[in-house]
């Protein structure tokens, strides 16, 4: 069966990002088209990047990214999760990235983004790597804002109509990735 990793792109103490990728688990979940699993960056404990070659080599030497690269590899396809800082992603989530190269490749990628503005321009970066890496981004995002979908800008209460956008995002994902089997 497909199989769908949502990453978690924030480490932040306290981050909102926890709320939402949950939210997206539980949604999901609710599927029958692929399995939905969460990855929390924080899991992986990924340092500044520390491999003397380059990804796209595939020659990992260190711990931490074998187990990184095998995580990634087993999935067919992603949702990421990102929040927006300083008009891009967060660092945590750009050095998993950068960590790993043939991987990511040939996989479907959907977003859901939240911040000031719903996170576009976070996404938007992401979408620059994501080409980068042969990904097949998705048109189809959600982009949560902190003043409408967080009381207090931390407690996480989006508004109904972005489960139709989460539903379309998966769908989406879930068509790239039946499309890339009819033609491989």
């Not at 992986?44 to 711990?63: I, N, V």
């Not at 991987?103 to 976070?122: I, L, P």
């Amino acid at each position: 069966m497909t199989r769908i990793g949502i990453i978690l792109g924030s480490t932040r103490p306290g981050r909102n990002g926890e709320a939402v990728a949950r939210w997206v688990l539980e949604i999901a979940k609710q599927r029958s088209d692929a399995e939905y699993e969460l990855i929390d960056l924080l899991d992986y404990q990924l340092p500044h990047l520390d491999e003397a070659y380059p990804p796209s080599m595939g020659q990992y030497t260190q711990p931490h990214t074998k187990r990184w690269a095998e995580t990634i590899a087993s999935f067919d396809g992603f949702i990421i999760v990102t929040p927006e800082y300083n008009h891009s992603t967060s660092g945590a989530l750009k050095n998993a990235i950068d960590f790993l190269y043939g991987e990511w490749n040939n996989k479907a990628v959907g977003f859901v983004s939240y911040g000031s503005v719903g996170g576009t321009r976070a996404v938007e970066h992401l979408r620059l790597i994501s080409g980068e890496l042969q990904m097949a981004d998705v048109r189809s995002q959600v982009a949560l804002s902190l003043f409408t979908d967080f009381e207090n800008f931390s407690v996480f209460k989006p508004n109904q109509f972005h489960q139709d956008s989460l539903t379309a995002t998966l769908d989406q994902v879930v068509a790239w990735l039946a499309a890339a089997r009819r033609t491989g």
